[in-house]
């Protein structure tokens, strides 16, 4: 009887603390499709800084686009002003979104980006690379490629 009783107790602490680790697939999908969200949110208003805000502040930040590597915080903060203006910005949407948690603060994301403006209406596709920080989600990497026109 108290081989069986061990036992029990050993599989319920088992059960027990894999439930508690397990990955809330649905919670860290709303997180993270809120971030992105709001940065579609606030490259329509033309608001560079406030697009910036889902990135995370730091030298450790990576984008990739068009063969080339910024790193930085700063660096893609200044990638943004240089080839973007308010007036030039137009209206961004996210489509096509695979959200794929990767552990209960890091979060995988496969998509498709499409700019409307004048006179050209740019498109592609984006992987992106979030990581849960004390003061939320944010992107860590970045890799977005324009389909060729």
């Known amino acids: 009887m108290t081989y069986r009783r061990n036992l029990l107790i050993i599989f319920a602490i ?11 697939e649905v919670e860290i999908s709303a997180a993270v499709l809120e971030v992105l969200t709001a940065q579609a949110e606030a490259w329509n208003r ?10 995370w502040k730091s030298e450790n930040l990576s984008f990739t686009s068009g063969g080339v590597i910024n790193r930085g915080y700063d660096g893609v903060l200044q990638r943004y ?7 030039t910005m137009g209206i961004l949407t996210f489509s096509d979104l ?13 998509g498709t980006f499409k700019l409307e403006r004048e006179p050209d209406n740019p498109e592609g596709k984006f992987t992106l690379i979030l990581r849960k ?3 939320g989600w944010k ?11």
Do not use: W
Not at 139 to 149: A, I, L
């Open 14 to 24: 088992f059960l027990i603390s894999g439930c508690s680790s397990r990955i809330n």
């Open 133 to 135: 920080f004390e003061e």
């Open 98 to 110: 695979e959200i794929t948690p990767v552990g209960n603060d890091a979060a995988f994301v496969l």
């Open 81 to 87: 002003k240089t080839n973007y203006s308010p007036e």
């Open 46 to 55: 033309g608001n560079i800084e406030e697009f910036m805000e889902g990135y």
């Open 139 to 149: 992107v860590v990497h970045d890799h977005t490629s324009q389909k060729p026109d």
